[in-house]
């Protein structure tokens, strides 16, 4: 793949999103960043600025269709965007003693992680194919590889991301594009930190970033790590239900309920 020159990357204040903006910061590319939080954000453009890139950080919820629509759409024509990565994202739980979650929390996933993630990725699927080239990443979850009990709503979005990028892939990879989804494992972010369990093979997010770049570049069409933990995911899925059910119970895990709400 060529270096991407133009990039939009959602949630680039925090975490992951941030450390991709630093990763593909670079003389002369043109980054659009987008989260809600205004200082976390400025504070991601001055620092890619930097290292020479030419940062449009803009304060926007991914929930919203029509203004992402119309922001994504005049930044495209601006400077067209090369590569997109749908990575904005929140994640919700069921507490241990509880049936089922909050019917408002996971209308609120489903609306960030989901919906989201369309608002991103739609604006551009007609410009890309037309222009016969253009890269659009997704950042899914190990967690959407199969059903985890402390946290049926995430892993649902997780899971519906997947299929997402998987059934785009082959008829727009006709067209020129590249498809990629991202099957990420435990990163040391404040997502990740509000959340109580064993965290195998956690990495940083500057690693994380690495890693997701370099795939990337290799116009992979998943990237999937750490691989020890892909592997194993994997082995839960051949599992039989009712086995996997029984060593699930045994895993301890605490994922505090969202407090966002579709607006
Ligand atoms: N960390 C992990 O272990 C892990 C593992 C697997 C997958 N992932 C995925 O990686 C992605 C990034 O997560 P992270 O760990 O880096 O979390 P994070 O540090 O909490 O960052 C989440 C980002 O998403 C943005 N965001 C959330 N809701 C938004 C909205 N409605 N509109 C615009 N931006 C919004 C946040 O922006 P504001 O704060 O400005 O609203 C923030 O920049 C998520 O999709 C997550 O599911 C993470």
Redesign the pocket.
């Known amino acids: 793949m060529r270096r991407p020159r133009s990039v939009l990357i959602?949630?680039?204040?925090?975490?992951?999103?941030?450390a991709l903006a630093l990763a593909y910061a670079e003389e002369g590319t043109h980054l659009a960043l987008?989260?809600?939080?205004e200082t976390?954000?400025a504070e991601t453009a001055a620092a890619v600025a930097t290292k020479g890139a030419i940062a449009k950080p803009v304060s926007?919820?991914?929930?919203d269709r029509d203004t992402m629509n119309a922001w994504i759409t005049s930044a495209d024509a601006q400077h067209p965007f090369d590569l997109v990565i749908a990575?904005?994202?929140?994640?919700t739980g069921l507490a241990p003693d509880a049936l089922a979650e909050d019917p408002l929390a996971v209308r609120a996933i489903m609306a960030?992680?989901l919906i989201?993630v369309l608002n991103t990725v739609e604006p551009l699927i007609t410009p890309m194919s037309e222009r016969g080239h253009g890269q659009i990443a997704f950042?899914?979850?190990?967690?959407g590889l199969r059903g985890l009990h402390h946290s049926p709503a995430y892993c649902m979005t997780?899971a519906a991301v997947h299929a997402y990028a998987d059934s785009l892939r082959g008829r727009l990879e006709r067209r020129g594009l590249c498809v990629s989804l991202a099957i990420?494992?435990?990163?040391?972010?404040?997502?990740?930190d509000s959340i109580t369990a064993m965290k195998p093979l956690e990495i940083s997010?500057r690693r994380a970033a690495e890693i997701i770049k370099n795939g990337l570049a290799h116009g992979k069409a998943t990237i999937a790590f750490p691989w020890p933990l892909y592997a194993a995911a994997w082995l839960g899925r051949a599992l039989p239900a009712r086995l996997y059910d029984k060593i699930m119970a045994r895993i301890d895990a605490n994922v505090p309920e969202t407090k966002?709400r579709v607006p």
């Open positions: 959602t949630g680039a204040s925090s975490g992951i999103g941030r987008i989260g809600r939080d976390r954000l926007l919820d991914v929930r990575n904005a994202g929140i994640t960030t992680n989201g950042i899914g979850s190990i967690a997780k990420v494992g435990f990163v040391k972010t404040p997502l990740n997010d966002e």
